[in-house]
């Protein structure tokens, strides 16, 4: 079974310059997430859906980040303007479904992002 | 509030040796998940274990183990007979199951295992 896709691997961009990242989850799970990690810290939430619609985004930095899982598969992150502070890992990751029971979660490698 | 406390930062053992890893959780509810996930230096964090807060039974899963006492807020990770292979940061989380909750991670700030040969 194929894991959670992720593109590009790696990325560098002047700040208040645009990226985005593309991820494509396990095939039929329908929970997506959009998680920011920082070096040296534990991923952080930034974005869930569950199938198309969006179910937890409170701590998406709305005015500069946005992501989008139109169809219910996959999904995008993008970031306009970037600042030197979004420098980190972008991990998207996919479950069965989502809910108080606690699905585990399965992540993809990651895109590394430089701003500079 | 939700909180996931790995105090110890990095280890470095010796292969063969044994070693815990530490995580200290806190919430309100009565229902919660833990997980451990690993994070080898490729970045893709890969799933260990998930226990709900109802079973404190240890787990042992191979050269793995896990203890689970919910009196000290405590999950914590031995790896016995460590392998350089086992180097990797890793990560302890929780979700709580309050109603209307989605599932979301809370996440340690990891601990680095280095395994010398």
């Known amino acids: 079974e194929a894991g959670v896709a992720q593109s590009p691997r790696y990325k560098i961009i002047e700040k208040r310059q645009s990226v985005a990242f593309w991820c494509n989850p396990i095939?039929?799970?329908?929970?997506l997430y959009w998680y920011q990690q920082i070096l040296g810290q534990g991923p952080k939430l930034l974005i869930q859906?569950?199938?198309?619609?969006?179910?937890?985004d409170s701590q998406l930095p709305k005015d500069r980040f946005s992501a989008e899982r139109l169809k219910g598969v996959d999904s995008t992150l993008k970031i306009q303007p970037a600042k030197l502070e979004d420098s980190a890992v972008y991990l998207c990751?996919?479950?069965?479904?989502?809910?108080?029971?606690?699905?585990?979660?399965?992540f993809g490698p990651g895109t590394r992002l430089t701003v500079t | 509030a939700q909180k996931v406390t790995q105090a110890q930062t990095e280890i470095s053992v010796v292969e063969k040796e044994d070693v815990t890893l530490d995580c200290v959780y806190e919430?309100?509810?009565?229902?919660?998940?833990l997980f451990w996930y690993k994070q080898p230096p490729s970045g893709e964090l890969v799933f260990l274990i998930r226990?709900?807060?109802?079973?404190?039974q240890n787990e042992i899963s191979g050269r793995y183990s896990w203890n689970f006492q919910k009196s000290t807020s405590s999950f914590n990770f031995t790896i016995t007979a460590s392998q350089v292979v086992d180097s990797a940061v890793y990560f302890c989380?929780?979700?709580?199951?309050?109603?209307?909750?989605?599932?979301?991670?809370?996440f340690g700030k990891g601990t680095k295992l280095s395994v010398k040969p």
């Open positions: 989380a929780l979700s709580e199951a309050q109603r209307g909750s989605q599932g979301n991670l809370i």
């Open positions: 859906f569950q199938n198309n619609g969006v179910v937890d």
């Open positions: 095939s039929g799970h329908a929970t």
């Open positions: 226990r709900n807060s109802f079973d404190e």
């Open positions: 919430t309100r509810d009565t229902t919660y998940y």
């Open positions: 990751a996919s479950s069965v479904g989502t809910g108080p029971q606690g699905y585990e979660q399965y």
